[in-house]
């Protein structure tokens, strides 16, 4: 099977030592790490994808990961970024969960961090998915977002794969820019979902593989 995107959460505790001493997302950290080595074994650049930026406007380019804005600072960080980025503009704290996990999967080929800002509608991400995605060698990850705890006896809405994402019955994607790629990229390809409980927060949290067969010609984001 050929991975041709992976979709991810964006919450620092992914990164080992983040929690301190407790050992928080064991299972979704082990899920990222192995969906990333098998998205870049064929790969010859990847492009990370944060579809809800703190942010106006868009930003893209090399940068680094920075966890100031979560409060960590690097000695804490269990994943060791690449020594080339430094110097570089500092991420945002999903993206940079992004860029820390590619590098403790191995990862030393080039990578573009796309940021989009809370104003980006949702067919302008899924256009940017798409383009991306006809670039042959070119990975995709997409940092997700996680649901909040629900009450007892409330029910997420169905979802494409990753938290965060939502269709209804007829397979309409949902309102947000993430929404509408991970439902287009689930349309395009086979959606592996791998589903974990992070500790502290009680949030569910996804690791979700989009794959196509190897024997079969790699479909492409509809227009």
Same mark, same amino acid.
């Given at each position: 099977?050929?991975?041709?995107?992976?979709?991810?959460?964006?919450?620092?505790?992914?990164?080992?030592?983040?929690?301190? !001493?407790?050992?928080?997302?064991?299972?979704? +950290?082990?899920?990222?790490?192995?969906?990333? +080595?098998?998205?870049?074994?064929?790969?010859?650049?990847?492009?990370?994808?944060?579809?809800?930026?703190?942010?106006?406007?868009?930003?893209?380019?090399?940068?680094?990961?920075?966890?100031?804005?979560?409060?960590?600072?690097?000695?804490?960080?269990?994943?060791?970024? +690449?020594?080339?980025? @430094?110097?570089?503009?500092?991420?945002?704290?999903?993206?940079?969960?992004?860029?820390?996990?590619?590098?403790?999967?191995?990862?030393?080929?080039?990578?573009?961090?796309? $940021?989009?800002?809370?104003?980006?509608?949702? /067919?302008?991400?899924?256009?940017?998915?798409?383009?991306?995605?006809? $670039?042959?060698?070119?990975?995709?990850?997409?940092?997700?977002?996680?649901?909040?705890?629900?009450?007892?006896?409330?029910?997420?809405?169905?979802?494409?794969? /990753?938290?965060?994402?939502?269709?209804?019955?007829?397979?309409?994607?949902?309102?947000?820019?993430? *929404?509408?790629?991970?439902? @287009?990229?689930?349309?395009?390809? *086979?959606?592996?979902?791998?589903?974990?409980?992070?500790?502290? $927060?009680?949030?569910?949290? !996804?690791?979700? +593989?989009?794959?196509?067969?190897?024997?079969?010609?790699?479909?492409?984001?509809?227009?």
């Amino acid at each position: 099977m050929i991975v041709r995107a992976v979709a991810l959460p964006g919450t620092p505790l992914l990164v080992p030592g983040v929690a301190g !001493a407790a050992e928080v997302l064991a299972e979704s +950290r082990a899920q990222v790490l192995v969906a990333l +080595r098998e998205l870049v074994r064929d790969a010859r650049r990847v492009v990370v994808l944060d579809c809800e930026a703190r942010r106006e406007g868009e930003r893209r380019g090399e940068m680094r990961p920075d966890l100031q804005a979560a409060g960590v600072a690097p000695r804490w960080w269990g994943w060791a970024p +690449r020594a080339s980025a @430094a110097g570089l503009p500092a991420a945002g704290v999903p993206a940079s969960v992004a860029l820390l996990a590619l590098d403790a999967a191995g990862w030393e080929g080039p990578v573009e961090v796309v $940021e989009l800002g809370s104003a980006t509608v949702p /067919a302008a991400a899924v256009g940017l998915a798409r383009d991306v995605l006809t $670039e042959p060698g070119t990975g995709l990850v997409v940092v997700t977002g996680a649901r909040a705890p629900l009450p007892d006896g409330g029910a997420h809405a169905p979802s494409v794969g /990753a938290e965060g994402s939502t269709s209804d019955g007829d397979g309409a994607a949902g309102s947000t820019a993430e *929404d509408a790629v991970l439902h @287009a990229l689930g349309e395009a390809w *086979d959606a592996d979902a791998r589903h974990a409980t992070g500790e502290y $927060e009680g949030r569910r949290y !996804a690791v979700v +593989r989009f794959l196509v067969p190897a024997d079969e010609r790699v479909a492409t984001v509809r227009r």
